[in-house]
């Protein structure tokens, strides 16, 4: 009897666990971080008198949207510390390209470094909203406030979003922008790099102190990004390999050198032109992103 209520226990925590890692992930931007939770949640469903639990699926949820609000709450706190910029780990989405989800938002690099901004309530709300299309009345019970609280936070997020952030450009674009930039890079062609750079831009490179050619802070303006992507062309670029890969729902590529993986490339963009400049080099990072390294 027992191994038979585990075995549908295991059943019903498989079949939901995209959902669960989806809004984990969401609201910690790091892979480790949302495997962590979600072995909590998973423990919390084992000890759970699941004869009582009359929807399985709200109650692994809601477990895991509470267990993430307190998280993140650590997390921010922990970045603020951390060793030059912060980005988000990528997360490998050519398999599941939803992550779970109904659909693919709050998943991009920007909106997640822009959701840094939320309180951990506000950034809960949101991404069950957004990504997942939870009615207001849900998403107040899992956030333990009221129906009208939600939408004003959901509001609010959106809001702020928005004015934080230029309408990003077609997948397509993004694509052709980053191979350019690479193009560019590799040529250390100064003025292709600027033409491609929206005067707006700002680089972030992400080492967590690991590394020396990464800079320690956000780099400004299409002039300054395209001199220190040239002066860095020589060392950088020598005999480095790129490989396209689909992470957090949008076009990035894959450096190697010397057969190792040393970076992970990916631009966002509007109408102006590449508005950042996103540099994951943090070896653990991008180790732990996926199958796809």
């Known amino acids: 009897m027992e191994d038979a209520a585990l075995h549908e226990a295991t059943e019903i925590f498989t079949q939901v666990r995209p959902q669960l890692f989806g809004i984990a992930y969401r609201m910690l931007g790091s892979v480790s971080d949302a495997e962590d939770l979600l072995q909590e949640v998973w423990l919390r469903w084992q000890a759970v008198d ?94 333990q406030t009221t129906e009208v609280t939600a939408r004003q936070w959901v509001s609010r997020a959106r809001k702020r979003l928005a004015a934080d952030r230029r309408t990003p450009v077609a997948p397509s674009e993004q694509r052709r922008l980053l191979d350019g930039f690479l193009a560019a890079a590799q040529a250390g062609d100064l003025a292709g790099l600027e033409e491609l750079l929206a005067d707006e831009v700002i680089s972030y490179s992400d080492s967590g102190g690991t590394s020396s050619n990464a800079s320690r802070v956000p780099l400004y303006g299409a ?71």
Not at 108 to 120: N, R
Not at 264 to 292: E, H
């Open 50 to 143: 699941r004869t009582t639990v009359m929807n399985p699926a709200a109650y692994l949820s809601t477990a895991t949207a509470r267990l993430a609000i307190n998280a993140t709450k650590t997390a921010y706190a922990r970045h603020e510390t951390y060793i030059g910029p912060w980005l988000p780990e990528p997360v490998d989405t050519s398999a599941d390209p939803q992550l779970g989800a109904e659909r693919g938002a709050a998943l991009e690099f920007a909106v997640l470094m822009l959701m840094e901004k939320l309180s951990p309530h506000e950034r809960a709300a949101y991404v069950l909203r957004e990504a997942f299309a939870y009615p207001y009345r849900q998403i107040a019970e899992i956030v």
């Open 223 to 293: 002039a300054t990004v395209a001199a220190a992507v040239v002066g860095f062309a020589a060392k950088v670029w020598h005999d480095v390999s790129a490989e396209p890969v689909t992470v957090n729902g949008q076009h990035a590529l894959r450096l190697r050198q010397d057969g190792e993986v040393f970076a992970l490339l990916t631009v966002d963009a509007s109408d102006n032109g590449i508005t950042q400049v996103l540099w994951q080099v943090n070896p653990a990072k991008i180790k732990g992103a996926g199958s796809w390294i």
